[in-house]
């Protein structure tokens, strides 16, 4: 399911049949400071408008199979980053790239007056290998570096290696996305 979240003071909805909640990280410093780097032959970089399809192929990739896959196709994967460009932090957004293939993305967003980190999307052939703790980190560093304290994530209720991931890197639940 590809989501960007909306918050109901912008008077958006969000159009979700699952559920879904949001997580809050205060203090960002502190999380900031933890290990986390790209693997050998891998460099973190940020996200450029030239990513653009590939960023697709790894958004359908990573979500196929998964509790937010609804089968969308290479159109709505590529609609998907175009929304995401639209409102996308480019200073804190970052991909993984491995062998000239993106293999993880941590794109941050600022809505309704809040920077969350979101979408987290790592390619299957890659997952439980540490990419995500790796981008998501360093979304983090690159907005503590800004002097950002607090910043959220919305998960869907279910997705069990992205709760752990937030959670792991200390973000804690506070309520239902609405």
């Keep these: 399911m590809i989501v960007i979240p909306v918050c109901e003071a912008e008077g958006g909805q969000n159009h979700v049949s699952r559920t879904r909640s949001q997580y809050r990280l205060v203090g960002l410093s502190a999380a900031s400071s933890a290990a986390g780097s790209a693997p050998p032959s891998s460099v973190v970089r940020r996200v450029t408008v030239a990513d653009r399809d590939r960023l697709a192929v790894l958004l359908l990739d990573a979500y196929r199979g998964t509790i937010d896959d609804e089968g969308e196709g290479d159109d709505e994967a590529r609609m998907a980053i175009d929304e995401y460009f639209a409102r996308m932090e480019w200073k804190h957004s970052v991909v993984l790239e ?64 992205s709760e752990r991931l937030f959670t792991g890197l200390g973000f804690v639940p506070v309520g239902s996305w609405s």
């Design 98 to 161: 491995q062998d000239d293939r993106l293999v993880a993305m941590s794109f941050v967003v600022f809505v309704a007056g809040c920077y969350y980190i979101d979408p987290v999307a790592t390619i299957a052939s890659s997952k439980g290998r540490g990419h995500g703790p790796t981008v998501v980190l360093a979304s983090l560093r690159s907005l503590a570096g800004d002097g950002v304290q607090e910043v959220g994530a919305v998960i869907t209720d279910g997705n069990t290696p």
